[in-house]
C-alpha cells in the first residue's frame, strides 16, 4: 500500500533532500498555481533551471524563504535547514498543461524533476466550483473594421472581502489605446452573475483602435489581489489576516476587417463620423503679407489617424508647413473630439483667388459606408502692397527652372593682375613669421588649458553629478532587478562623483550616513532607506509595478534634494 502511494503522489522526492510540487493540480481558466522547490538538509539553498515554458506564463518568482531549527543528540548539536523556492504561473490555454522535467542543482549534486501535469478547465456557469473572486474582460465588438473603435471593460467580480488590488496590463499589440475610466479607488456594486450575487468593480475601460486587420489576440490581464480569511486571530488588532493570489482574464481574440475599397479611388484611413470646416480672419490681404487658414475637424474616432485629403494650394501662395493641434474629447463610451490644421500662406500675386474647399472622406462604420465632406471654398482678393517694388515678388516655379539656362559666362577661368606698391616685406615672409609664434606658444597654452582642465575635473564631475545619476536609472519597462540594480548604480556614481571618490560598492550602512551628513530632510532619509530595502530583496520577493515606479520617482527626488544641500 505505501509503494501504490508513492507512485501516485504528485510530490516528488529526490533522496530525501529536495520536494517539487504545485499546489493544485485542477483549476479553472484565470486561476493560478504555485510551484514550490523545497529542499531539506542542505546546506545551501537549491539551484534551479526552469525549463522554457509553452503553455504557462511566470508571474512571479523566483519568492525564497527557509528554516533552520537545531536540537542537541547525545551531547552534539545538530542542525537542520530549509530553503524554499515559489514561482507563480498562469496558464495560457486550456486543457492538460504540462510544467516539463527540469534539474536542481544542491549541495555540488544534480538532479532532476519529473514532469508535472495540470488541468484547465474553462469557467462556464455550470461549473461545479463555485468562483469566490475572479476578473472579466469585455469587449463590445469583436469583428470591427480597421480603425474603428471598440471599448474594452475589465471587472473585479467577489464574494469575499477584498483588501488589496495590483494589475498588470498587457501591451495591446496592433492597438492605439486610449484610457476612457480609470479610477485610483474601487467602486464595489451588487450584480448578479452566473445566477449568483457578487459586487463587482470596473478596474478600466478603454478604447481601442485597430491598426490592422487580420486576428489580433488581446493579452490576459493578470492581478494580485489580497483576500481576507475568514480564521480571526484574537491576539491580532488588525483582523483576520489577508492572502495574496493571482488571477487573470481570458484572451480576446478580434477578427479585424480590412475597410472597404472607396468607389473614386481614394485612400483614407479615417473611420468614425467626421465634420469639416475652413476658417479665415481676413478675405482682403495684402500682396506679400502672411494670411492663416485653419481647417476644423470635429467628431468621433481615432484622432490620430484623422486628416483631410491631400490638398493643392495655387502657384502663386508661398505655402508653410501647418501646425497641428489636437483636443480630445472623452466620454465613458466614445473618444473623439477636435484637430485643427493652421496653415500659414503668402500670395505673391495680385488679383481674385478661390480656394477650393478642404475634404475628409472616413469610413461611417455606423452605416458601412464612406462618406466625404467638404468644407466652404474661399474667396480671396489679394490688392498691390506699395512697398514692393514690381507687381510680382520671386519667382515662380517656372521660372526658377529657366535660370540657369539663362545664364551665360564668357570667360570663367581666374584673372591674372599685375602686383603694384607691394610692400617692404613680403607677404608670405609675414605668414612664416606668424606661423612661427604660434607653434613656439602653442605647448605653453595647450599645458595651461590641460592643467586647468585637470584641476577642475573633480569641480565639472560634481556639477553633473545628479544629471547624469538619474539618467542611468531604467524605466518601469524594465525587469524589477534591473531597475533596483540601475537605482543602486546611480547612487554609487553620484556618491563618488560627489566626493571624488572611485569606490565601485558602498554598502547600505555607508550610503544611509553620507547622505545624513549633507542635509536631507527626514521624509527624504526614510524614502532611501525604503528603496534600498526593497532594491535587496526584489530578487526574492515580488514587487508590483505602483511601486517600481513610486521608487524611481522617489529616488530621483532624493537626489535632487541631496544635490540641492550639498556643500
Known sequence: MRFLFLIITTHLIFAGHVTVDVDSHQISEGESITLTVKSQNSKDAPIVSLPNFTDFTIVSGPTQSSNSSY???????ASNSSYTLTWTLMPRKIGRLLISSFQIQLDGKTTKSKPIYVGVEKRSKNSKKTAQFFVEAKIDNVSPYRGEQVILTYTLYTRVDITSFDEKMPRYKGFWVEDLFSPTKLQLRKVQKNRLQYHAATIKKSALFPTKSGKITIDPMIATIGVRDGKRNSFSVFGSPSKQHTISTESIILNVKPLPKTKDGQTSAVVGKWNIKSTIHRTNV??????????????????????????????????????????????????????????????????????????????????????TKRSKAIKLSVVENKKSTSGTVGLSKEEVQLVGKDIRFMDDGEPHWQKTNSGLVDKNILILATVALILFFFPSVVNMRQSHLKNTMGDRKSRRALKESVAMIKTINDSPVAVYGSIHQAIIMYINSKTGQKSAEYSSGNIISIFEMHSLSSTSMDSLKKIMERGEAVRYSPVSAAEIQNDIEGIKAVLKEADNGWA
Open 71 to 77: 536540537s542537541l543528540i547525545n551531547g552534539k548539536m
Open 286 to 371: 495684402m500682396q506679400d503679407e502672411a494670411l492663416t487658414i485653419k481647417v476644423h475637424l470635429t467628431g468621433n474616432g481615432n484622432l490620430k489617424s484623422a486628416d483631410i485629403l491631400p490638398y493643392k494650394f495655387p502657384e502663386s501662395f508661398e505655402v508653410f508647413e501647418p501646425k497641428v493641434t489636437v483636443k480630445n474629447s472623452k466620454s465613458q463610451s466614445k473618444i473623439g473630439g477636435e484637430k485643427i490644421i493652421e496653415y500659414v500662406v503668402i500670395p505673391r500675386t495680385v488679383g481674385k483667388v478661390t480656394l477650393s474647399p478642404f475634404e475628409i472622406k472616413y469610413f461611417d462604420n455606423a452605416i458601412n459606408k464612406w462618406n
